[in-house]
């Protein structure tokens, strides 16, 4: 096999760690092509294992890139939420939807960026060790603690427990008709006391500037969003990020995306809405409207 061969071969492995540390695709796109120019440059005595070459050199590539994206993140208007993957049900496999999904991502935006590509590349990746602290520039010990203190606050901040994905889809349909209603009394019986809404706007369309908590609130606000804009907007579910979510859709074009995360009572713990233009799939590009 060519060298260039071997590369596309491990480009899905490659753009799916990017993806998970940075968050948009054209960014994790630029870091694997940077990666190919590394890879086409390199001698044969620099690449003994391919895979576990790439995933180290994107891994280093990406931190650059985060540690660049994070100084802008800083005045970005509202939550930021990563760039939805949208594709049409039943695309990819449920295997590693977990580790993709927007709740977890938006988990890992808690982690420092080393954190972030050590917990990644040991934990989803299977890397040794050793590659873990290669990739970071650090020695082995160093690496294994940095790993056991992102498991432990990721731990914390979003406990692992399973999902049935059928009782995911029928939630999500529950929500939605409540949320058609316009009754906030109907939207709060789906969600868990401590549930927190949160939608990226990027400060082009409207979309709440802070997170919205509590049941109330949160059905206060998901229902005001129904009655405001719902009526013209068409929903169809969706592959989002690994699991079903709702592409809505108004005058022709993707308006927003929404996921939501279940807690271990089967009660909707976070909601994700997504409105910011430039993260939304384009009309056209594969993602047809249905009604």
């Given at each position: 096999?060519?060298?260039?061969?071997?590369?596309?071969q491990?480009?899905?492995?490659?753009?799916?760690?990017?993806y998970?540390?940075?968050?948009t695709?054209?960014?994790?796109?630029?870091?694997?092509?940077?990666?190919?120019?590394?890879?086409?440059?390199?001698?044969?005595?620099?690449?003994?294992?391919?895979?576990?070459?790439l995933?180290?050199?994107?891994?280093?590539?990406?931190?650059?890139?985060?540690?660049?994206?994070?100084?802008?993140?800083?005045?970005?208007?509202?939550?930021w939420?990563?760039?939805?993957?949208?594709?049409?049900?039943?695309?990819?496999?449920?295997?590693?939807?977990?580790?993709?999904?927007?709740?977890?991502?938006?988990?890992?935006?808690?982690?420092?960026?080393?954190?972030?590509?050590?917990?990644?590349?040991r934990?989803?990746?299977?890397?040794d060790?050793?590659?873990?602290?290669?990739?970071?520039?650090?020695?082995?010990?160093?690496?294994?603690?940095?790993?056991?203190?992102?498991?432990?606050?990721?731990r914390?901040?979003r406990?692992?427990?399973?999902v049935?994905?059928?009782?995911?889809?029928?939630?999500?349909?529950?929500?939605?008709?409540?949320?058609?209603t316009?009754?906030?009394?109907?939207?709060?019986?789906?969600?868990?006391?401590q549930?927190?809404?949160y939608?990226?706007?990027?400060g082009?369309?409207?979309?709440?500037?802070?997170p919205?908590?509590?049941?109330?609130?949160?059905?206060?606000?998901?229902?005001?969003?129904?009655?405001?804009?719902?009526?013209?907007l068409?929903?169809q579910?969706?592959?989002?990020?690994?699991?079903?979510?709702?592409?809505?859709?108004?005058?022709?074009?993707?308006?927003?995306?929404?996921?939501?995360?279940?807690?271990?009572?089967?009660?909707?713990g976070?909601?994700?809405i997504?409105?910011?233009?430039?993260?939304?799939?384009?009309?056209?590009?594969?993602?047809?409207q249905t009604?």
């Amino acid at each position: 096999m060519n060298r260039a061969a071997e590369f596309e071969q491990l480009r899905p492995v490659l753009f799916s760690l990017a993806y998970r540390m940075l968050g948009t695709r054209a960014e994790a796109e630029d870091v694997v092509q940077d990666a190919y120019v590394r890879w086409e440059s390199a001698g044969e005595h620099d690449v003994r294992a391919p895979k576990s070459y790439l995933t180290t050199i994107v891994a280093r590539l990406s931190l650059d890139a985060l540690k660049a994206a994070h100084r802008k993140r800083l005045t970005y208007v509202g939550p930021w939420l990563p760039e939805p993957l949208v594709e049409p049900l039943g695309t990819h496999s449920l295997e590693l939807a977990e580790s993709l999904s927007l709740a977890f991502l938006h988990v890992l935006e808690s982690l420092s960026p080393a954190e972030r590509a050590a917990f990644l590349l040991r934990e989803v990746f299977d890397a040794d060790y050793s590659e873990v602290a290669a990739a970071l520039g650090i020695t082995e010990t160093n690496s294994r603690q940095i790993v056991s203190r992102a498991r432990e606050h990721l731990r914390e901040r979003r406990p692992r427990f399973t999902v049935d994905p059928e009782r995911h889809r029928n939630v999500l349909r529950e929500f939605l008709s409540a949320c058609a209603t316009g009754d906030p009394s109907r939207v709060a019986g789906l969600l868990s006391e401590q549930v927190v809404a949160y939608s990226d706007g990027g400060g082009k369309v409207q979309a709440a500037v802070n997170p919205v908590a509590g049941r109330d609130r949160v059905a206060r606000f998901m229902a005001g969003l129904a009655k405001k804009g719902g009526a013209g907007l068409a929903a169809q579910f969706m592959e989002v990020n690994g699991e079903t979510g709702v592409l809505l859709w108004g005058g022709g074009r993707p308006v927003s995306v929404l996921t939501l995360d279940l807690d271990a009572e089967g009660l909707i713990g976070s909601l994700f809405i997504v409105s910011n233009p430039d993260k939304l799939p384009a009309a056209g590009t594969g993602v047809e409207q249905t009604h």
